[in-house]
């Protein structure tokens, strides 16, 4: 079993920046993928970032440039940074595990709000 707990999540003005974190505890194999979704009221979950434990990257366009996504392998942890936040992402960010190809848990999820 596989718990994730996500924390960073508030309230932000436009422009401004917040960091995601996520801890990962449980039976945690040494190949996997973390990343980070979201979800915006009426819209479906979409990918914002991921990152292998090999450290491989992949990011939605709509976030390159501005957020980043980096893990410490040793803690279970990753992190999503969010800069010139706008207020298109407001959404619910979830955390994501993916191991042993079928294998996928998730957090329960932290609001992101951006508004001034």
């Known amino acids: 079993q596989v718990q994730l707990v996500e924390s960073g999540g508030g309230l932000v003005q436009p422009g401004g920046s917040l960091r995601l974190s996520c801890v990962a505890s449980?039976?945690?194999?040494?190949?996997?993928?973390m990343g980070w979704y979201r979800q915006a009221p009426g819209k479906q979950r979409e990918l914002v970032a991921s990152?292998?434990?090999?450290?491989?990257?992949n990011s939605a366009d709509s976030v390159k440039g501005r957020f980043a996504i980096s893990r410490d392998n040793g803690k279970n942890t990753v992190y999503l940074q969010m800069n010139s936040l706008k207020p298109d992402d407001t959404a619910v960010y979830f955390c994501n595990l993916k191991q042993l190809i079928t294998r996928e848990y998730w957090g329960q999820g932290t609001q992101v709000t951006v508004s001034s």
């Open positions: 449980g039976t945690i194999f040494r190949i996997n993928t």
């Open positions: 990152i292998t434990s090999g450290g491989s990257t």
